[in-house]
């Protein structure tokens, strides 16, 4: 499996980004996929991930919920995040990561062991200015 990420930037406070990671290789329908993010010093922060294209479960950290959208372009194989009113807060480098299906999308973005079973893309920088 590749993924390529894309839509990062620099955004004003209270702005909208939406980041896209396009995945090849698949060889099953049952992957899940996740966005986390790291600030240099930081420990990557799991901020939403999503189960099977299928099936479509989610979760979302306490950071990001009721802010940031999580979703699958089946057609495209791309998993999107879409981030509204940022906060210079969020200003991070964003991965996008996908594995098969086997664990709870809370366990896939917060438990920490779960990370070396998945494939992740290249990053984006996010920055939000005050």
């Known amino acids: 499996v590749q993924l390529v990420e894309s839509g990062g930037g620099l955004v004003k406070s209270g702005g909208s980004l939406r980041l896209s990671c396009a995945a090849s290789?698949?060889?099953?329908?049952?992957?899940?996929a996740g966005w986390f993010r790291q600030v240099p010093g930081k420990e990557r922060e799991g901020i939403s991930c999503?189960?099977?294209?299928?099936?479509?479960?989610?979760y979302y950290s306490d950071s990001v919920k009721g802010r940031f959208t999580i979703s699958w372009d089946n057609a495209k194989n791309t998993v999107y995040l879409e981030m509204n009113s940022l906060k210079p807060e969020d200003t991070a480098v964003y991965y996008c990561?996908?594995?098969?299906?086997?664990?709870?999308?809370?366990?896939?973005?917060?438990?920490?062991?779960?990370?070396?079973?998945?494939?992740w893309g290249q990053g984006t920088l996010v920055t939000v200015s005050s």
């Open positions: 990561a996908t594995g098969l299906d086997l664990v709870t999308v809370q366990d896939m973005c917060v438990r920490t062991e779960v990370r070396d079973l998945l494939t």
């Open positions: 290789g698949f060889t099953s329908d049952h992957y899940a």
């Open positions: 999503i189960t099977s294209r299928y099936d479509a479960r989610t």
